[in-house]
C-alpha cells in the first residue's frame, strides 16, 4: 500500500539551525534486510530502537527517517523534559490520584533513562535539571496555579510560590504577577539531544535519514519502500506520530495538531544586561493554551516563544507560519518591551498528536506491527518511556511499568466533526488564554 500521509518539512527549526549543518545524511540505497526495522525517528522512536539494541546485541536493526534528525517534531519540541503534565486536571488528580502518581512515575523512568544515556554517551545537549516555573500574568492565571499547587499537594510533590518581584528578577520580565517552580524537570537543547541520540546508537543499528518511506507491504516479513531502497524485516515499529494513519492504522482515532515556536537572534551584551534575570529559564504558562519561553544560553542568549495550537491533517508547516510568528511577536514584546527591535531570527511549526482520551497509542497493531504513538506536548518524557517498554515488550520482558503500559485506555474514536470541534475549542481556549497568550 501507499503510505498516504507524510510530513514535510521546511528549514525553519531554529534548535536544528543553530547548530550548523549535520553530517551527510546515510540515505537507503538498495534492497537491505534487517530483524528489527523502526520507522521514525523522533523521542518514542530512538528509544524503541536503543532498547532493541540493548536488549538484542546479535540483532540488526534499522531505524529510518524521512528527512533529518532533528528536524523533525522532536527536535522542534521546546525542550522541556517534563515529569508532570503541564496542567494537572484536578478531576485526575482528586479522582484518580493513582493513576497520577503512577503517569509522574513513569515519565520519571523515561527521563532518567534519557539522562544516563545522554551522560554515558556524552551528548551534547545542555541537558540540565534546572525544573520549570509555571508563571501567571492574569487573575485567572493565578487561580489556575493555585489549583495546580493543590494538585500537586495532593501527590505530594515538592514546588517553590514566587510572586511578582521575583518573577522579575528571575525573568527579566516584569509581565508575570506569580509562579510555581517545579524543580524536577530538566531543560535540553532537543535537536541536538536527537542528534546525539541517532549518532550514539550501538554498532548493531544503522540509522538512514532523508528516506521517506513512502509504500508498505505487510507480511511478515513487512517489505517498506523508499525512493531508493526497501527494508525487508519481520518485525516493525511505528514511531511516527500523527502520521501513522498514513500507514493505514488508527484512522479517525488521533487528533493531530501543530503547534508554533520562534526564536530570536541572539542577544547583544547591552540587551542582555537591559532586561537582567537568569542567562537560562524555563516558563509555561499558568493557562494551557497559554506561551511557553525558553530563555537559552547556548549559543549565547536567545528567547524562544511558543504558543499556538492549531489542528492540521496535513502536517501544513508552512502555510501559517507567518500568522503564528505574528502572535509570538505579540507575546515576546509583552513580555519584553525593551526587546522591541530584536527579531526572530527563526519561526517555525511542528507536529503533535493527541487522542480525544489523551489515551496513548502502545503495542501490536497487527501481526509483528507494533506502534507507539500520541505523546501529547509530554513527548520527550512519555515518547522515551513508551519507546522504550515496547523495545522490551517486543522481547518478551516483563515489568510492573510495561503491565501498566499496557493495562493503559487506548484512543477512544473521534467524534464526527472532530476537526470542526478541535478548532473551535483552540479559538475558545484562545480567548479565555488572554494575557496568559
Ligand atoms: C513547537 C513544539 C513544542 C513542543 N514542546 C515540547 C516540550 O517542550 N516538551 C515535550 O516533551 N514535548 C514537546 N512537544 C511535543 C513533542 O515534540 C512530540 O510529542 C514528540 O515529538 C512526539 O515524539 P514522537 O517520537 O512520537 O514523534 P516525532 O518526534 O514526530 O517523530 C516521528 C518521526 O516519524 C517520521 N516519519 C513519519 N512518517 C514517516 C515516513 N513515512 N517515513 C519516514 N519517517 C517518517 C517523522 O519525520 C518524525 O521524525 C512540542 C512539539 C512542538 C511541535
Known amino acids: 500500500m501507499k503510505v498516504s500521509l507524510l510530513p514535510v518539512y521546511d528549514q525553519s527549526n531554529g534548535w536544528h539551525e543553530v547548530l550548523g549543518p549535520p553530517p551527510e545524511a546515510n540515505v537507503l540505497r538498495g534492497d537491505i534486510n534487517c530483524d528489527y526495522l523502526i520507522i521514525g525517528a523522533g523521542y518514542s522512536g530512538l528509544a524503541a530502537t536503543r532498547r532493541l539494541a540493548e536488549l538484542e546485541p546479535s540483532a540488526s536493526i534499522v531505524l529510518i527517517e524521512g528527512d533529518r ?10 525542550g522541556f523534559a517534563i515529569d508532570h503534565a503541564h496542567n494537572l486536571r484536578a478531576k485526575s488528580f482528586a479522582d ?5 502518581i503512577e503517569a509522574v512515575q513513569m515519565n520519571r523512568a523515561g527521563l532518567d533513562w534519557l539522562g544516563n544515556t545522554i551522560m554515558r554517551e556524552r551528548i551534547d545537549c545542555q541537558w540540565v535539571k534546572e525544573g520549570k516555573y509555571h508563571a501567571a500574568a492574569t487573575t485567572r492565571g493565578e487561580r489556575m496555579l493555585g489549583k495546580f499547587a493543590e494538585s500537586l499537594d495532593a501527590i505530594e510533590e515538592d514546588y517553590t510560590l514566587l510572586d511578582g518581584a521575583e518573577c ?3 525573568f527579566g520580565s516584569r509581565y508575570y504577577t506569580k509562579a510555581l517552580h517545579a524543580p524536577h524537570s530538566y531543560l535540553v537543547q532537543p535537536a541536538a539531544m536527537v542528534r546525539g541520540l541517532a549518532q550514539t546508537m550501538p554498532t548493531n543499528v544503522v540509522v538512514y535519514e532523508k528516506s521517506m518511506v513512502r509504500a508498505v507491504d505487510y507480511g511478515p516479513p513487512h517489505i517498506v519502500r523508499t525512493d531508493s531502497g526497501s527494508v525487508t524485516a519481520p518485525v516493525m515499529v511505528l514511531a511516527t506520530n500523527g502520521f501513522t494513519e498514513g500507514f493505514g492504522f488508527l484512522q479517525k482515532h488521533l487528533i493531530p495538531l501543530i503547534t508554533w515556536g520562534s526564536m530570536t537572534r541572539e542577544l547583544t551584551a547591552a540587551e542582555s544586561e537591559r532586561i537582567g534575570g537568569a542567562p537560562s529559564y524555563g516558563i509555561i504558562a499558568a493557562h494551557p493554551a497559554g506561551t511557553s519561553v525558553r530563555r537559552v544560553t547556548s549559543p ?42 530584536v527579531p526572530f531570527e527563526h519561526s517555525w511549526g511542528g507536529a503533535l498528536s493527541l487522542s480525544r482520551n489523551g489515551a496513548p497509542v502502545f503495542g501490536e497493531l497487527r501481526p509483528n506491527v507494533y506502534g507507539t504513538v500520541v505523546h501529547n506536548g ?21 515489568s510492573e511499568m510495561l503491565r501498566q503500559m499496557q493495562a493503559k485506555d487506548r484512543p477512544n474514536k473521534n467524534l464526527p466533526f472532530q476537526d470542526l470541534g478541535v478548532r473551535i475549542n483552540a479559538r475558545a481556549r484562545r480567548l479565555i488564554a488572554g494575557r496568559e497568550e
Open 168 to 170: 522579575q528578577a528571575i
Open 300 to 341: 549565547n542568549d536567545r528567547i524562544l516563544v511558543r504558543n499556538i495550537f492549531s489542528f492540521s491533517k496535513k502536517s501544513d508547516f508552512v502555510k501559517r507560519k507567518a500568522w503564528a510568528a505574528k502572535t509570538h511577536r505579540k507575546s515576546f514584546v509583552g513580555r519584553w518591551p525593551e526587546l522591541a527591535d
Open 96 to 100: 484518580a490520584k493513582r493513576q497520577a
Open 69 to 78: 534528525i532533528g528536524n523533525n517534531a522532536a527536535g522542534r519540541s521546546s
Open 378 to 398: 509530554v513527548g520527550i518524557a512519555r515518547g522515551t518511556i513508551s519507546g522504550k517498554l515496547l523495545a522490551e515488550m517486543i522481547v518478551g520482558e516483563d
